[in-house]
């Protein structure tokens, strides 16, 4: 069968990536619907070399809709999603409003795709620095235990948006040319201070919780243990915002439960992982770095080395596209498990 699929929020820069990840792997799309805040009506959207005018994003722009994924922000998606749902679409929300919610799941393919089945209405698409993580980490963790983890992020600046990127555009051209530096958007729009970006590392991403850490390090935190299943794990995160356009690396250090493991037996399953591709040889320089996974799919993974005084102690390096793997397409994955599933009921 085919399906009627919206897209919200189809010019933002992960939206555009959604349309493009449904029509590469071509979707079994009856209608697409791009919608978008009133802002975009007029304009057009290419899709399958057939230009289509983008709607304005209300509860009856959802009318026979069967998918609607979500990527306009938290608050489009609260004021929104249950509008689909009410309207017969299943919503997969790429935006934190509903992630933490019991009833709804949040789906790494790789890693929980049997959670899909529980949804009401609502599958949620995790954080993109989570995602990365949890998709590296879960076969180690069916193999051989995890108990903790702490891991630093180098984030780059498209995970705040296409605004984030003609910032950090502008700012290093402007600096290295002398000109006036503005600097409006990073670390957080919202924010009363903005600190530059280019030639810069910015330890917040998005606003301090009560705890001191910020709302992305407490996304990473609780997002792990619901999508792992682990509500005991140990987890502590430090965010960074780092000068380069598109996906996210990470220093991930974790202890497992089984003693005496190798790091050839953490480079064995870590290798067989679904969409995660082993890149570590060192003798060659081989590991991945942000520019070497742009543009791709799969999450690398480079850097095993034991830790030198904890014996079941590992570190590792995990760079993936945030856009693609962290948003779009772990989305797109989501809506093709969803749908082998009712195939298969
Ligand atoms: C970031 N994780 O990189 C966010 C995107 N949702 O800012």
Same mark, same amino acid.
């Given at each position: 069968?085919?399906?009627?699929? +919206?897209?919200?929020?189809?010019?933002?820069?992960?939206?555009?990536?959604?349309?493009?990840?449904?029509?590469?792997?071509? #979707?079994?799309?009856?209608?697409?619907?791009?919608?978008?805040?009133? &802002?975009?009506?007029?304009?057009?959207? /290419?899709?399958?070399?057939?230009?289509?005018?983008?709607?304005?994003? =209300?509860?009856?722009?959802?009318?026979?809709?069967?998918?609607?994924?979500?990527?306009?922000?938290?608050?489009?998606?609260? *004021?929104?999603?249950?509008?689909?749902?009410?309207?017969?679409?299943?919503? %997969?929300?790429? =935006?934190?409003?509903?992630?933490?919610?019991? $009833?709804?799941?949040? !789906?790494?393919?790789?890693?929980?795709?049997?959670?899909?089945?529980? @949804?009401?209405?609502?599958?949620?698409?995790?954080?993109?620095? =989570?995602? /990365?993580?949890?998709?590296?980490?879960?076969?180690? &963790?069916?193999?051989?235990?995890?108990?903790? %983890?702490?891991?630093?992020?180098? *984030?780059?600046?498209?995970?705040?948006?296409?605004?984030?990127?003609?910032?950090?555009? @502008?700012?290093?051209?402007?600096?290295?040319?002398?000109?006036?530096?503005?600097?409006?958007?990073?670390?957080?729009?919202?924010?009363?201070? @903005?600190?530059? %970006?280019? #030639?810069?590392?910015?330890?917040?991403?998005?606003?301090?919780?009560?705890?001191?850490?910020?709302?992305?390090?407490?996304?990473?935190?609780?997002?792990?243990?619901? !999508?792992?299943?682990?509500?005991?794990?140990?987890? +502590?995160?430090?965010?960074?915002?780092?000068?380069?356009?598109?996906? @996210?690396?990470?220093?991930?250090?974790?202890?497992?439960?089984?003693?005496?493991?190798?790091?050839? /037996?953490?480079?064995?399953?870590?290798?067989?992982?679904?969409?995660?591709?082993?890149?570590? $040889?060192?003798?060659? /320089?081989?590991?991945?770095?942000?520019?070497? +996974?742009?543009?791709?799919?799969?999450?690398?993974?480079? &850097?095993?080395?034991?830790?030198?005084?904890?014996?079941?102690? #590992?570190?590792?390096?995990?760079?993936?596209?945030?856009?693609?793997?962290?948003?779009?397409?772990?989305?797109? *994955?989501?809506?093709?498990?969803?749908?082998?599933?009712?195939?298969?009921?």
């Amino acid at each position: 069968s085919r399906y009627n699929v +919206a897209i919200v929020g189809v010019t933002g820069a992960v939206g555009e990536k959604m349309l493009e990840m449904l029509e590469k792997v071509e #979707f079994p799309i009856d209608e697409l619907r791009p919608l978008a805040s009133k &802002r975009s009506v007029g304009k057009m959207i /290419q899709y399958k070399g057939a230009d289509l005018p983008i709607q304005e994003a =209300t509860p009856e722009a959802f009318e026979g809709i069967d998918i609607a994924l979500f990527s306009a922000g938290g608050s489009v998606s609260k *004021q929104l999603a249950q509008e689909a749902v009410d309207r017969g679409a299943v919503v %997969i929300d790429n =935006t934190s409003a509903f992630r933490m919610y019991e $009833d709804v799941p949040l !789906i790494v393919p790789e890693v929980n795709k049997e959670d899909i089945k529980n @949804h009401k209405g609502i599958i949620a698409n995790p954080n993109c620095s =989570t995602i /990365q993580m949890v998709a590296a980490l879960e076969p180690v &963790r069916e193999k051989y235990g995890l108990n903790r %983890i702490i891991v630093s992020t180098y *984030q780059s600046v498209s995970g705040s948006g296409n605004d984030a990127v003609e910032e950090l555009k @502008h700012q290093t051209k402007a600096m290295l040319e002398g000109e006036t530096v503005y600097t409006e958007i990073m670390p957080v729009k919202s924010e009363a201070k @903005h600190f530059p %970006i280019a #030639f810069n590392a910015l330890p917040q991403i998005d606003t301090f919780e009560e705890n001191h850490y910020t709302f992305e390090e407490m996304k990473m935190i609780n997002e792990t243990k619901k !999508i792992m299943n682990l509500p005991e794990l140990n987890v +502590a995160a430090t965010c960074v915002r780092l000068p380069f356009f598109y996906s @996210h690396a990470e220093s991930i250090y974790i202890e497992i439960d089984d003693e005496n493991i190798t790091v050839p /037996q953490l480079q064995g399953v870590i290798k067989d992982a679904p969409g995660v591709v082993l890149e570590d $040889d060192i003798v060659n /320089q081989g590991y991945p770095t942000p520019l070497s +996974a742009e543009g791709k799919l799969d999450i690398f993974v480079g &850097r095993i080395r034991k830790d030198l005084d904890v014996e079941n102690g #590992f570190h590792l390096w995990v760079v993936a596209d945030n856009v693609l793997k962290g948003a779009a397409w772990n989305s797109v *994955q989501i809506a093709q498990a969803l749908i082998e599933m009712n195939s298969e009921a």
